[in-house]
C-alpha cells in the first residue's frame, strides 16, 4: 500500500500543499512548528481513526480557515483508490467524505480501505500511560487485521455505556437494581469476542517484540509481553469466544452487581483488561529507564506492522513523526530494515540526525507550504 498523491488545505497551518510522494522514502524537514506533524496528521487522517496525537476533528481547521480539505490517491496492492475528506466550519459542521467518489459520513469505511503506522514521541504513553492507551493500541492492530472486529469494539463501548447509565438510574431510583444486569447477556457475548480476539494477537505479537527488542540491544536484555484479561485472568483463551467462555463472563458481571451499584459503574470486563509489558521479569512501567520505555513502545509498533504485512500480504503506509533523530544507529537501522519494503513518511528538523542514508524525497515545510527539494 502506497500513496501516490496528497493534497491538502486548510487543514490546521497547511496551505495548498500539493505532492506525489516517493513509493518508498520521503524525509519532511523544517524548523519546529512549520507543518511537518500536521501533514501526517492529514494522512492519518484517512484512516478514519482518531488523531494518533489525540486531537479532535473541529481542531483540524486552520485558525483562519472556513473549511478543510484533503485529498489522496493511493494504491492498495489491487487497484489505485481515492479518498476526500473535507469539513466546513460553523454551528452545525458539516462533514463530506468519498470513496471512490461515492459519499460516506461513516470512517468505518477509510478504516477498511487505507491503513497506517504511525510512530511519534507520545507512543511513550503506551508505556507509561493508562491502561486504556494500550487496550486501544491492541484493538486498533487486532481491528485492522479483521475489520468486522471493529463492530464489536463499538458495541461493547455501547453496551458499557448503557450498563453505566442503568447503574447510575438505579441510585437514583429510576430503575429496579435488578434491572441492571439487563445488558449482561449482550456484554457478555461482545466482551468474550474481544478478550478472544486481543488474547490472539498478543500471542502473535509476544515472540516478534522478543526477537526486536534483543536485536536492539544486542541481547542483553529481554522484552515480554502478554494479555491479561479481568474476566479470565492469564488463561489461554481461544480465537474466538466458546459459549462455556460467554457464559464465565456474564456469571462475573452477576457476581460484582452490588458492588457495581456500590461503586457506581461496571468493574469487572474489557474495560479492566491491560497489556503487561515487563524487562528480565520487571514491570517496565514502574522499573524502566526512559531508555528501555522508548524502546519498548518502538517495538510495539514495529510488531505491529510486521504482523500486518505478514498477515494481509500488503504494506501499511509508515508515519515517522520526529522520531528517527532520537535514535542511535542501531535503533534506526533496526526500523529501516523492518519497514524497507514499505512506503514511510519521515518527519525530523535535521536531515543530519539520520545515520543511514536512503535513496527517496525530500520535502521541506515552512509556514505550512510544502516544497519539494532536488
Known amino acids: 500500500m502506497y500513496v501516490t498523491s496528497f493534497a491538502a488545505d486548510g487543514f490546521r497551518n497547511l496551505h495548498g500543499v500539493r505532492f506525489e510522494p516517493d513509493p518508498h522514502y520521503n524525509i519532511i524537514t523544517g524548523d519546529n512548528a512549520q507543518g511537518k506533524t500536521n501533514l501526517l496528521d492529514a494522512i492519518w487522517l484517512m484512516t478514519g481513526c482518531r488523531n494518533f496525537h489525540g486531537a479532535k476533528e473541529r481542531h483540524y481547521l486552520g485558525f483562519d480557515a472556513d473549511f478543510f480539505q484533503c485529498d489522496m490517491h493511493f494504491h492498495d496492492g489491487r487497484r489505485e483508490q481515492r479518498i476526500a475528506y473535507s469539513l466546513e466550519r460553523g454551528v452545525q459542521k458539516k462533514r463530506k467524505i468519498t470513496i471512490?467518489?461515492?459519499?460516506?459520513?461513516?470512517?468505518?469505511?477509510?478504516?477498511?480501505?487505507?491503513?497506517?503506522?504511525?510512530?511519534?514521541?507520545?507512543?511513550?504513553?503506551?508505556?507509561?500511560?493508562?491502561?486504556?492507551?494500550?487496550?486501544?493500541f491492541v484493538d486498533l492492530c487486532a481491528c485492522q487485521l479483521h475489520p468486522n472486529s471493529m463492530q464489536y469494539v463499538s458495541r461493547a463501548s455501547l453496551l458499557l455505556s448503557q450498563r453505566n447509565a442503568g447503574i447510575q438510574n438505579a441510585h437514583k431510583g429510576?430503575?429496579?437494581?435488578?434491572?441492571?444486569?439487563?445488558?449482561?447477556?449482550?456484554?457478555?457475548?461482545?466482551?468474550?469476542?474481544?478478550?478472544?480476539?486481543?488474547a490472539a494477537y498478543i500471542r502473535n505479537m509476544a515472540p516478534l517484540c522478543s526477537r526486536l527488542y534483543g536485536i536492539m540491544t544486542g541481547g542483553s536484555e529481554q522484552l515480554a509481553v502478554s494479555y491479561r484479561s479481568a474476566v479470565y485472568g492469564d488463561e489461554e483463551l481461544p480465537e474466538k469466544p466458546t459459549p462455556d467462555l460467554v457464559q464465565r463472563y456474564q456469571e462475573r458481571l452477576a457476581e460484582h452487581v452490588e458492588e457495581d451499584l456500590r461503586l457506581g459503574y461496571t468493574s469487572r470486563g474489557i474495560q479492566r483488561d491491560d497489556l503487561l509489558l515487563t524487562i528480565d521479569g520487571n514491570p517496565v512501567q514502574t522499573?524502566?529507564?526512559?531508555?528501555?520505555?522508548?524502546?519498548?513502545?518502538?517495538?510495539?509498533?514495529?510488531?505491529?506492522?510486521?504482523?500486518?504485512?505478514?498477515?494481509?500480504?500488503?504494506?501499511?503506509v509508515v508515519l515517522l513523526d520526529d522520531v528517527m533523530g532520537e535514535l542511535d544507529e542501531r535503533r534506526q537501522r533496526l526500523i529501516y530494515e523492518m519497514i524497507e519494503e514499505m512506503q514511510v513518511f519521515i518527519t525530523l528538523c535535521n536531515p543530519s540526525s539520520l545515520c543511514l542514508s536512503q535513496k527517496g524525497k525530500t520535502f521541506r515545510m515552512k509556514a505550512g507550504i510544502l516544497t519539494e527539494e532536488a
Request: with cysteine; hydrophobic share 35%; net charge positive.
Open 100 to 136: 471512490n467518489g461515492v459519499d460516506t459520513n461513516k470512517t468505518g469505511g477509510l478504516f477498511e480501505a487505507f491503513h497506517c503506522v504511525a510512530f511519534s514521541p507520545s507512543d511513550v504513553e503506551l508505556v507509561n500511560g493508562a491502561p486504556d492507551k494500550r487496550r486501544s
Open 174 to 198: 429510576r430503575i429496579r437494581r435488578q434491572d441492571v444486569t439487563l445488558w449482561d447477556a449482550q456484554l457478555a457475548q461482545t466482551g468474550a469476542w474481544i478478550s478472544c480476539m486481543r
Open 287 to 316: 522499573f524502566g529507564s526512559q531508555g528501555q520505555r522508548k524502546s519498548t513502545a518502538i517495538v510495539l509498533k514495529l510488531a505491529q506492522a510486521y504482523l500486518y504485512n505478514e498477515k494481509m500480504q500488503r504494506s501499511p
